[in-house]
């Protein structure tokens, strides 16, 4: 994404590219903790069905929307029709938002990485303590955060983002496999199956309107949607490369990743706690508890857990260069800023606003909004149960009735027929936008506490 727009040189690139900024943390540490506090199986229902209605039909007008225009979000918007610019504006907040406690979390999976390999802490004690005393102290988070973060700043910095993804290229397979491995090691504990069953058997009764929400939040920050990232690769593909299929593949990649995560942290979470819903509610920390607890279970867990957090690593510095990247072309682009200041100046502000997220654990934790959530949860709900679904319900507006979706149509047939059009025209003239509407009003509601849903 430097100053003139090159492009990838055919499908596979592009659906790497895409797949590299959709897999990430979202689906190997947010996922998993989700799924297990929202109710398990009810929640992967939710999810699956939200990604082939909402999250199909956004990725597919959001690609379409870059290659058509050749631009990203702003200037794409802005060339659409004038009055819509503003939607790009939106959208761009939301990377900046996201980067910093991206990174912060990106910063613990590299302090486990080190931990591992040194041959340290959580496997020889893989009890709850040690994460929590971790994320409370103020400077180590603090360093490993950085770490991260000026990793992703070098790569961006020097442009080196292809490097990183060739190698990226061969660690997802291993990724998946190792995963794979770990998901079938985990089932077979002793009481995991019913893990396994509460994760793939929905009950009806745990489905809430904050189910849907948290559903909803996730398949936007998985898939990378609704912050102008999807534009801006699009706008790099050619004209003959399929979307329709491109999009398949994407979301068969990064929910398939997502899935595999659940496997191998929920069934875990049963076997050493036996479904307690306090264990399962853990939030953001619990691939950090339960998975060195499967670890220090296994023969060779070290190492396994070693070469794990090598993956997650890659797989989180795929997605966090791609937010940044995204950041420093808005700079470039909006404060006719030249590249290194933009650089350096995207980095300042994300170590600022990052250091919220990493004290919130520790020095700062007493400080919570709504009355429950810390600085990172706080910035997490901002970015994916306000700001994504808000951009969401004005580009399904803004396609369904401005620009119409025929543009959209029109684009993917370029390609060939596009054989999910039905489905398309109605998710985004009425299910999505009617459904966003429904489910932000109600959780800002609960989350202020005004009602109880
Ligand atoms: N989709 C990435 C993940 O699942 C996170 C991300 C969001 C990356 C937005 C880039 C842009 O981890």
Redesign the pocket.
Known sequence: MGDQRSSFTGKLGFVLAAAG???????IW?FPYLAAQYGGGIFLLVYIILALTFGYALMTAEIAIGRKTGLSAIGAFKALDKRYAFVGYIAAI??VI?LPY?SVIGGWVTKYLVAFISGQAPVADASDAYFGDFIAQTGEPILWFSIFIGITAVVVFFGVEKGIEKVSKVMMPILIVLALVIAVYSVFLPGAMEGVKYYILPDFSKFSVTTVLAAMGQLF????LA?G?MITYGSYIKKDVSLESSVKQIEIF?TGIAFMAGLMVIPAVFAFSGGDPAALGKGPSLMFITLPKVFASMPGGTIIGAVFFLLVLF??LT??I??ME?VVSIFQDKLKLNRTWSCVIVLLISVLLGLPSSLGFGAWGDILFFGKMSFLDFFDFISNSVLMPVVAFLTCIFIGYVLKPKAIIDEVELAGKFKRKDLFVFVIKYLAPICIVLILGFSILEAMGIIKV
């Open positions: 900024s959709a897999v990430g943390l979202g689906n947010r939301v990377p996201i991206y920050y998985s898939m990378s912050m990232i990064d797989a989180a997605s966090s791609s937010l995204t």
